[in-house]
């Protein structure tokens, strides 16, 4: 049995040690959603690195956004807001202004210029907002609204004993785009 050199063998364990970190890269904030603390959603890495649910970006960050660029140089915009510990992470949704003859009692005709109707998605997600000031999220959770035309934000002001939430939005013809508050709190390590 031959010797092994002991140059070899310091060079080789230090490879094993550095390849899993990402060629030294150091993790400096890990994010997750507070209803799954111990599943991460977001990490973003010092050498300008991130991954976002599973998928590899590089970013830049200040003071409200989180800039997330694909390899194919996509870029995906995350608002955001710190508040003590934690952090709220905003998510954009786009919804198709639903035209059918039993909403059109909605006076919303796709022109870009009200919330006021039945947003849905793909998935069967949805908003109601009606000119009554009253909202209807996914047909469980319901509520009063207001709209800050200035700062393009909704105001969600729940029944429910649930704290109220902020949307930011865009519209686009019949397309409604909500940027929504998610709570995250840092990743619980298993």
């Given at each position: 049995?031959?010797?092994?050199?002991?140059?070899?063998?310091?060079?080789?364990?230090?490879?094993?040690?550095?390849?899993?970190?990402?060629?030294?890269?150091?993790?400096?904030?890990s994010?997750?959603?507070?209803?799954?603390?111990?599943k991460?959603?977001?990490?973003?890495?010092d050498?300008?690195?991130?991954v976002?649910?599973?998928e590899?970006?590089?970013?830049?960050k200040?003071d409200?956004?989180?800039?997330?660029?694909?390899?194919?140089?996509?870029?995906?915009?995350?608002?955001?807001?710190?508040?003590?510990?934690?952090?709220?992470?905003?998510?954009?949704?786009?919804?198709?202004?639903?035209?059918?003859?039993?909403?059109?009692?909605?006076?919303?005709?796709?022109d870009?210029?009200?919330?006021?109707?039945?947003?849905v998605?793909?998935?069967?997600?949805s908003?109601?907002?009606t000119?009554?000031?009253?909202?209807?999220?996914?047909?469980?959770?319901?509520?009063?609204?207001?709209?800050d035309?200035?700062?393009?934000?909704?105001?969600?002001?729940?029944?429910?004993?649930?704290e109220?939430?902020?949307?930011?939005?865009t519209?686009?013809?019949?397309?409604?785009?909500?940027?929504?508050?998610?709570?995250?709190?840092?990743?619980?390590?298993?």
């Amino acid at each position: 049995m031959k010797k092994v050199n002991n140059s070899f063998l310091i060079i080789a364990i230090t490879a094993l040690l550095i390849l899993p970190t990402g060629c030294g890269s150091k993790k400096i904030e890990s994010w997750a959603y507070t209803h799954e603390p111990d599943k991460e959603t977001i990490a973003l890495y010092d050498n300008g690195k991130a991954v976002f649910k599973g998928e590899n970006y590089t970013y830049t960050k200040d003071d409200s956004w989180i800039t997330l660029t694909d390899k194919s140089k996509n870029e995906l915009k995350l608002r955001y807001e710190m508040n003590g510990e934690g952090m709220t992470l905003y998510e954009k949704s786009t919804y198709k202004l639903d035209k059918s003859a039993e909403n059109a009692e909605t006076e919303n005709n796709g022109d870009g210029e009200s919330i006021i109707g039945t947003w849905v998605q793909d998935n069967g997600w949805s908003y109601v907002f009606t000119p009554e000031g009253e909202f209807s999220e996914e047909g469980i959770f319901f509520g009063h609204y207001s709209v800050d035309d200035e700062k393009s934000c909704i105001r969600l002001m729940y029944n429910d004993p649930i704290e109220d939430a902020f949307l930011y939005y865009t519209l686009n013809g019949d397309e409604l785009t909500v940027d929504y508050p998610w709570p995250m709190t840092k990743t619980e390590q298993n």
